[in-house]
């Protein structure tokens, strides 16, 4: 199983159900259910365990997020108990929860996020109603239907002549490096996204790019795409907006920073993240 | 140079410039700029050529699109002319205009229809302005800011023992026939998305699963991720509500079925689509 946090969901989402009112009453009352409560980045946890007890009141939306193997059902909902909420990030990094309790998080966080951003209708501005156990937000005002957001980001280890680029934002903890990475715009491809975010934030000019895998992020709603670049040339000129260096590493160097062991004290990114995954990739 | 469509744009983003208005002016009043009018599908259109005029009132708001090689700014405006309008797909379809103009409609169409469907915030209900060239749109009320949404959409060749699985929909043109697709959803992996679709409308299970390529689809703004997905078995349960036939061909039909000349007047997508290339590599 691969150490990537956030890809282990066990849930089959049964998204053909999801719009009948009668089976997800159904599946809510069911005794094995399990509900998930989630604040902005946090989680209620109780006694270091996810805590999965319903909310308090019956009235309380529900997102659907699917059933595990043998029947139990998930559901996530937004409220925050003083005192029980844990931020997802260091949950994530602490290893408290199963890879799969972590991967059913990051859905749950992702679709109550939208809810709790997204009570207004963005094409008429009058309130909106939570519909297809969590699938979707409905406008009985003009009809509108609106949709919870998955926003696609390229994540790439660019490579020429045997060494990788990478790069770090001021904000990050120090010493630490990653792959360059952006959000992509409407009107491009996933290739066409790794070179405009790999030139704008560095100067350097791509050529081939090699998918490597996905990653759903959900700080708040991120579909993280992997890729390797092919540099053309290695001269840098660094977006200083986006990013406090960019430097070239021998591949010898990213080995012992993404073990934590170079003697600069510098490091790259943790397994859990899929700059990881790429980044380890442009070393075989 | 691949025939899909929507993938040519010779556009420079020049993302770093965006939050600067005073750029931005200084682009809009170049001598050489580039204006293109669109509504709802539909393009400005004069004497079989695009329309590139500025549209008639200084306070239009306008999307910048970017550059061309040499320095020509392109901007995009929403905008109905009557009689002077045409649909993308057919123009996508006919041939009229080139792979460059093409993927630059797609960028324009995707980023238009976004602002005129996204006046108010979502998270208060209060009108938004449009910020940063197009790629934000900022609330005075709350503060929240909003971003031009990308929506990922998963399609697939699924192979089993030598044969290809494809489905049509009812509201298709008779005979013909595609890869099996649909849209990500938060909290899950490209691959997780592909199997998922997949068992949702065929039932059928599937393992291993590669990319293949990726495609902008600005109906309205999808970005298509094109894989190919290995079946574990062949079995068919469809989904009536989504598809009206699904069936496994062998590899020599979907062969004529791509070129138009299968016996039983059956036929795959047109090279525009991702679909298509989805159905090639399959081949390979």
């Given at each position: 199983m691969t150490p990537m946090a956030f890809v282990h969901s066990p849930l089959d989402r049964k998204a053909n159900h999801r719009s009948d009112a009668g089976w997800l009453q159904q599946r809510r009352a069911a005794r094995n259910a399990k509900f998930i409560q989630v604040h902005g980045d946090a989680v209620r946890m109780q006694e270091g365990k996810l805590a999965v007890a319903a909310p308090a009141s019956a009235e309380t939306p529900l997102v659907f997020l699917g059933e595990e193997a043998g029947g139990t059902p998930w559901f996530a909902f937004a409220g925050n108990s003083e005192g029980e909420m844990q931020a997802l990030r260091p949950l994530m990094v602490g290893g408290a929860l199963a890879p799969a309790e972590l991967s059913i998080l990051a859905q749950a966080r992702s679709l109550v996020h939208w809810h709790e951003k997204h009570g207004?209708?963005?094409?008429?501005g009058q309130k909106t109603e939570m519909s297809d156990g969590g699938y979707r937000r409905h406008c009985a005002a003009c009809g509108a239907d609106h949709f919870p957001r998955t926003d696609p980001v390229v994540i790439m280890a660019v490579q020429h002549g045997g060494n990788i680029l990478l790069g770090r934002q001021k904000?990050?903890?120090?010493g630490m490096y990653s792959a360059i990475a952006g959000f992509m715009e409407p009107g491009e491809t996933i290739e066409q996204a790794v070179a405009r975010e790999v030139l704008e934030e560095t100067g350097v000019v791509t050529g081939a790019v090699r998918y490597v895998a996905s990653q759903p992020w959900p700080f708040p709603s991120s579909l993280m795409i992997g890729c390797i670049a092919e540099a053309v040339a290695s001269q840098i000129t660094l977006d200083e907006k986006e990013l406090e260096n960019a430097r070239w590493f021998s591949r010898a160097d990213v080995r012992l920073m993404l073990d934590h062991k170079h003697p600069e004290g510098i490091h790259a990114s943790h397994p859990w993240a899929i700059a990881h995954t790429v980044i380890s990739a442009a070393l075989q």
């Open positions: 207004f209708c963005a094409a008429c904000a990050w903890a120090p």
